[in-house]
C-alpha cells in the first residue's frame, strides 16, 4: 500500500475533489490518494511573487506528510516552486515536481518536446528550470495559450480547440513529444494525442503516477533523495532556538 | 498484468536465472518477466565494436518481443547501446536503457552524482552519453573500479570491498548520489547504502523498475516513444525488398 | 540626493549599526543609508528554508521602501534569495543582490575569480545561480571556509587567518580575482588586497557601493529592471480579491 | 604512393565506378583509389538501423583493408556510422568521416555553415554529432532537401535546382558556408558555388581529399589515431574465444 | 574628484566637442572629462582590420592616460576592441569596454535584451564576445539596422524611425531590454524607452556612467583589474631591448 | 606547384632558415616554401600587447603574398593572432592558425587532448580560443612547461626533459593525443611519441601541412573562406580616402 498527496498550493479547493476522484481512477490497486489546497493566499502561481506566499504553509504541509507516513507528495505547479526548498526540509518522503518530471519523462520518449504554457510570462522561469535540470537543448519550443490559469476548465471546448492549435504549431517547430505546462490544463491531452500522432504529456497525472513510482522506490530501497550536501536539512537546535517550529508545524492533514 | 523483457546482450546465459530470479523478487505483484541473451557473440561489451556485433540480433529480439506483446523491454548495458536504432525499430513498445534511466533518476534525487565504472575505458562513450541526455553538468566524477566486467560476481567479498573504496572517493569528488555504471554491478548497493548515507543506485534494478513504470504508463496511456522524426520507422517495402527480413524477424522468444 | 537600503534579511539587528557606519563611511557625499532587519525568522539563511521563510516579509519591507521613495535597496545575502520574485514586485526601485553583483563585477577584472564561501553546503545554490547568469566558466573555485555564518565576526584574527589560508588554495585554483560568498564576511577584504597582490571583492561594501550606482543610473535614466514579460508584477485587483495585501503591505519603515 | 580506400556501405555498387572515375580525377599523382561497397544489406542509410546493419561488414572491411596496407579509408556516410567503432578496431589506418570531416573544415572557412540534408528525418542524428564534435554553435541550419538518398543521381536537373533553392535559403538563415550533408549528392557543387558566392562542400570529394591528406600524415608521422582509453582495441584472445574473427576477417579486398 | 578619458579609436574628431558636452552634462559634480580621438587610421572601425589599425595607437594613448593619473577611461567601440591588450598593459586605471559593460547591465535588469547594431557584418563578432562574457542566453536577438557608423548622426529623423522600427521588432523577438550596439547611436534611446515602455541602453552613456563607477572603485578600494596571469603585463627589460617603448610612449595627452 | 608562406610575426629571423629547412624536408615534392619575420617588434609574443604591434605589419605581409600568388600562408603563433582580422583581409588565399589547425587534428583522433604550452600566461586566451573553436570539452588540461618562448631551443636536451615530464603530466589528466602549445616547440615531438605512445602533434610541421593542404583545396575548389558576412573585406575605396593603404601594402616579398 502506498499514500501519495497531492497539493495544491493555491488558497482555493474547486479542483481538489475532480483531481482526486482523476488520480483514483489512474492509480495503482493500492494507492490511497489525498488532495489539499492551501488555507490562505493567491488562487494562482502565475506569478512568483505569489509562489512565495504559498511556500511556507506549503512546506509545513509537506513536513507534516512526511511526519504522518506519506510515501510520496507532488507539489502541484508546473513552475517547480521550492523544489531546492522541500527537499532540503524533507528527509525520508519523495517529493515530485512537474516540470522536472515531465521533461526528464519527455526526453525518453523523442528528441525534441514542446511545452504548452498558460500565458508568456510563464516562460523566462520554465525555462531557466530547464537549463538546471539540462534539458534545453531538448526543448523545440514554448508555445503560450494566451489564457489565465483560471480559465482552463470554464469552457472545455474552447480550451481543447486553443491546446490543438499550439500542440500544432509546436509540431511545426519540430516537437516529437508535447508537454502541457500547467496543472490546470489536465484532461486535454487524450483527444490531442489521438489527433495529432505523438505522445501529449498531461502534467497532473503524469506526475501523480511518477509520485507513485518514486514511493515504490522509496519503499523497497529506501530512496527519496540525498540529504548529503545541496539538501542537506537544517537544524532542529536552530529551528527551536528561533521559533520556527510553530510556524513549520501548525497545519494539520488528515 | 505486464509482461518484461530484460535483455543481456552477451552470448552467454550465466546470469540469466540469477537475474530472473532478481526481478521477480522485486517486481510488481501482477508483473510477467523474460530474461534473455543472445545465441552468438562477445560474452561482456567493453569494447564498442562488441557492442556493434550484437545489435542485428538484439533488435531482432526486441522486435520479436513487441510483436508477441511484450510490456517494455531492458537492453541491459548501461554504454546504453542501439538507444536511437532500437527506439527507431519498435513502434509500440517501451524501451529502456540503463545509463539513460539511472542518471534522470538521479538528477531528481541530489545535485551531483558520480557513476562507478569497470574500466577507463568506460568513460569517453558514458561521458558523450550524459552530454546526450544534457546531464553532464550532474556528474561529480567518473571513477573506475579497474575490473573486467567478467570479474564483478566472481569474488563478491573483493568486488564490495572495491565499490566501497570507489563509493568513498566518490562522496569526495562531491557526489551526493551513487549510480553503478554497469549491469553486472548488481547486488552490492544495500551494503553500500547503509555505510555511506547516500542513496546508491543500481543499474540493474532501477532499470527494471523503470521498465515496469512504463509498461504502466503504455498501457494506460499509450505511450512508448515518439515516431515523428527522429524515431521514424523504417518502410517495410524496403525492408522486404532487399531482404532484410530474414535477419529481422528470424529470432524466437518463448 | 539618494537614499538606499540594505536589507540583512535575518530576525536579528545586531550588525545593523555596525553595518550602517560602514556604508555612510564608504558613501557618495550626498548618499543617505538605511539599514534594517527582520521582525521574525532565522538567524542566518544558511538553509534555503529559512530564505522562504524570510521572503514575504522581505518583499513587503522592499514595497514599502519603494513607496517611500527609496532610490536603490540591497537584499543583504550571497544566495540572491527572490531575485525572481523581488523584481517582479517592485516596479521603479532597484534592487541588488550580492552574488550577481560581485561576480558581475568580477568578471570585468580577470578572466578567473574564486569565491569564499562559510560552508560547502552553499555551493550548490551559487554555483546554480552562476549559471544562470551565466559566468560559471569564469569560476576558478568555490573554496569552503568551514564556518558558520554567525562566527565571522565573533573572532576577527581567527576569521582573517581562515580567509587568507582560502585565498591562497583560490589563487593555486587559478583565480585571479577573490569574491567574499557571504555578506557576513565583511571587513576582512584589505589585508587580504594587501598580502595576496589581487582585487579582493568584499560583497558587503561592494553591493551597496553598486546600489549607490544603480540609484544614479535610476535618477537619471528611468532604469530600475524591465516590467515587460519576466518581471512583469502581479494585478492588484487579484492582490485585493484574495487578501493578500495586508501581508504584503503591513511592514513598516521609518 | 597512397592508397585510399572509399567504401559505400551500403548494398549495391551503382555508384562505384562513377565515385572511383571522380577520385582519380581529384587525386594527387600518386594516390591509388578503391571503391567499394557491401555484399548484403540495405541500399541506403537513412534510417539508423539500416547503419546497425552494415557495421559489421563494413568493419570487417576496413580491418582487412588495414591489414593489406591501405594509407587511409573513409566510411562513406554522412551520419559517420560507427565513428568510435571504427576507430576502435583499427590500429594504423587513419579511417575519415564525412560530417567529422567537413564539418571541421568549414569551421575554418567562415563563422556559420548550414547543411543541406536529404530530409527532415536526418536532423537530429546530424545534429546530435556536431554536438559531440563541438561544432553546434558553427551552424547557421539544417535545410531539408526533402529528397530520398536513391533520387539524388537520377534527375540531376530537378537535384540542382533543389539544391540551389536550399542554398539559398541557407544564406538567409546566416550560412557563409554550405556543407552537403549526404555523399549521394555529388557533383552539384561547383555550379552552386558558382552562383551563390560562398564556399560550398561537396562531402564526397572532400572526404576523399583529407583521407589523402591522413594518409599522408600518417606515412610521414605514424599518426591515425589514439589507441589509448577511448580506441583502445579489443583483445585478440577474447576475439579468438569467442569465435568473433570468422565474422570479422571474412571479407576480401581486391 | 575624478578623471575620465573617452578615446574615440578612429581618425577624425567630429564627434569629440558633443560627446564632451553630452558626458559634462551626465557626469557626478566631481568629475572631469576628456574625449580624445586619433591621429591618423580609419574613421570608423566597421571592419576589424581597422579595428587592428588602431590598436597602438590608442593603447599608447591609454597608457599615458594611466601615468597622467587618469581615474578611469573608455574604449569607445561597441566591438570592445582590445580587451584583452589595454587590460594586459594598464596596471592600476580602470578601462571600460561597451559591450560587456552595457551587456553585463543589461543582465541585471531583464531575462533577454537585443542588441541593435549598425549593420549584418556586425553580429559575429559581437556575437563571440557575448559567448566570451559569458551572456549568450541573455541575447534574444541582434537586430541590424542596416545604416554605416557614419550615417547614425546625418539625419537624426531617419535614425530615429530606423531604430524605432528595430526596437519593435526586438520586443518581437522577446527582448526586455533593449541595447545600442554602437556609441555612434547616442541620443535616440530616451524617446525610444518612453515609446516602447523598457530600458532602452545608450552604449556611449552607460559606458562613461559605468567608467565613473569604477573610478570610484579604483580611488576607493583599490581595483581596476587583477594583474595575476591574464592581464600580466610585459616585461619593460624586453621593450626597452626592442626598441618598442618609442612607439607606445610618444603620443601625448593633454 | 604550391607556393607557402609561414610567418614568424616576430622581429628576428633566427629560426627561419631552419624552419625552411625543416619545411622543405616535409614538404610535398612540388611545394616551394617561403619562411619570413618581420622587420619591426617583439621577439616574442607572449603578451598579448606584442601580438597587437605585430598585426599590422603581418597583415601587410600577408596582403602582399596574396597578390604575389601565394597559395596558402600560415600566421606562425599558437596564440592564432588576428584570426579574423587577417581573414577579413584576405580574399583569395587561406590562411592557416597554428592552434585552430592542430585542435581541429586532434579532435578526429582522440577524445581528449592536452596542450604543453610554454608558460601558464598563456592559458586563458589559449582556451578562450578553444571556446571559440567549440573544442573546450576535447580538453583534457593544458600543461605549463613553465619555460620562455626563446628559451626552448637553446638546449634541446633540457627542453626535451621538460617536455617529457609535461607529457606524461598530460597523460595522467586522461589526454590521449598531445599537441605543441607553441611554434617554437618544434622538433621535440618524433622522440615524446615514441616514449610515451600516443600522437604528438608539432604545431608547426602540422600547420605546414594544412597549409599545403589548403593549397590544393584551393587550386581545385577555389576555397579560401567564405567573404560573407564575418570576414567581409573593407572597402577600397575607405582604404584610400583615409590614406590606408600605404600603410598596408608597402612591404615587400621577394
Known amino acids: 500500500m502506498r499514500r501519495i498527496l497531492w497539493l495544491n498550493p493555491i488558497a482555493h479547493s474547486d479542483h481538489d475533489p475532480i483531481m482526486k476522484k482523476m488520480f483514483q481512477r489512474e492509480a495503482l490497486p493500492d494507492t490511497e490518494v489525498m488532495v489539499k489546497s492551501l488555507t490562505n493566499g493567491p488562487w494562482h502561481l502565475g506569478y512568483h511573487y505569489y509562489g512565495t506566499l504559498v511556500l511556507p504553509e506549503s512546506i509545513a504541509i509537506f513536513l507534516n506528510a512526511e511526519r504522518e507516513g506519506y510515501d510520496a507528495a507532488v507539489m502541484g505547479c508546473f513552475y517547480d516552486p521550492g523544489l531546492r526548498e522541500i527537499r532540503e526540509?524533507?528527509?525520508?518522503?519523495?517529493?515530485?515536481?512537474?516540470?522536472?518530471?515531465?521533461?526528464?519523462?519527455?526526453a525518453t520518449m523523442g528528441e525534441k518536446f514542446s511545452i504548452l504554457v498558460a500565458e508568456k510570462?510563464?516562460?523566462?522561469?520554465m525555462s531557466e528550470n530547464l537549463d538546471r535540470y539540462g534539458l534545453s537543448k531538448k526543448l523545440a519550443s514554448f508555445v503560450s495559450l494566451d489564457m489565465n490559469v483560471l480559465?482552463?476548465?470554464k469552457d472545455p471546448a474552447v480550451t481543447q480547440s486553443r491546446m490543438m492549435a499550439a500542440g500544432k504549431k509546436a509540431l511545426d517547430d519540430g516537437a516529437e513529444v508535447l508537454i502541457f505546462g500547467c496543472t490546470m490544463e489536465y484532461g486535454f491531452a487524450p483527444k490531442m494525442q489521438d489527433t495529432l500522432g505523438v505522445p501529449v504529456i498531461d502534467a497532473t497525472i503524469t506526475s501523480f503516477k511518477y509520485a507513485e513510482f518514486k514511493a515504490d522506490l522509496r519503499q523497497?530501497?529506501?530512496?527519496?533523495?540525498?540529504?548529503?550536501?545541496?539538501?542537506e536539512s537544517p537544524k532542529n537546535e536552530e529551528i527551536t532556538a528561533w521559533g520556527l517550529d510553530k510556524n513549520a508545524f501548525d497545519t494539520q492533514i488528515i
Open 220 to 231: 523497497r530501497y529506501g530512496w527519496s533523495h540525498s540529504k548529503r550536501c545541496a539538501y
Open 89 to 106: 526540509v524533507l528527509t525520508t518522503m519523495p517529493i515530485v515536481f512537474p516540470e522536472e518530471t515531465c521533461t526528464h519523462l519527455a
Open 121 to 125: 510570462k510563464c516562460i523566462p522561469a
Open 151 to 153: 480559465e482552463f476548465q
